[in-house]
C-alpha cells in the first residue's frame, strides 16, 4: 500500500521557521519526484516545490524562493521542507505528492501528473 505521510505542522508565528516532513512507503521512492503543494483557505492548491529524484534538482514557486528548502533522503524514504520567515499568507495545508520521471534530473509541479498524494499537514502562521 501507497501511503505519503506529512508531519510537523501545526501552529507557528511570522517569521517562524518550522520543518515538514514527509515519510513514504510503498514504491521505490529512489526513482520518483517529490514535491510539496499546499491549499490555503478558500483557494486552489497550488505547487510550492519539487525536488528531482537524483542529484538534488529543485524547483520553487516564486513566492518561496530563498525561503523555503526542499530535500530529500532516499535511505528514509522522507522529504522534507524547511520553512523559513513563515509569513501569514503561508497559511495553508501542505500536501507530499509523488510521481515517477524517468529522467533523474527533473522535476515539475504537474497537479495532474502526480501519482500519489498524502493527507496533508495544516500550517497556521499568525501574526
Known amino acids: 500500500e501507497v501511503q505519503l505521510v506529512e508531519s510537523g505542522g501545526g501552529m507557528v508565528q511570522d517569521g517562524g521557521s518550522p520543518t515538514l516532513s514527509c515519510e513514504a512507503s510503498g514504491f521505490t521512492f529512489g526513482v520518483f519526484i517529490m514535491a510539496w503543494f499546499r491549499q490555503a483557505p478558500g483557494k486552489e492548491r497550488e505547487g510550492v516545490s519539487c525536488i528531482s529524484s537524483s542529484d538534488g534538482i529543485t524547483y520553487y514557486k516564486d513566492s518561496v524562493k530563498g525561503r523555503f528548502t526542499i530535500s530529500r533522503d532516499n535511505a528514509k524514504n522522507t522529504v522534507y521542507l524547511q520553512m523559513n520567515s513563515l509569513k501569514p499568507e503561508d497559511t495553508a495545508v501542505y500536501y507530499c505528492?509523488?510521481?515517477?520521471?524517468?529522467?533523474?534530473?527533473?522535476?515539475?509541479?504537474?497537479?495532474?501528473?502526480?501519482?500519489?498524494w498524502g493527507k496533508g499537514t495544516l500550517v497556521t502562521v499568525s501574526s
Open positions: 505528492a509523488s510521481r515517477y520521471y524517468s529522467d533523474s534530473l527533473f522535476c515539475d509541479l504537474d497537479y495532474y501528473g502526480m501519482e500519489y
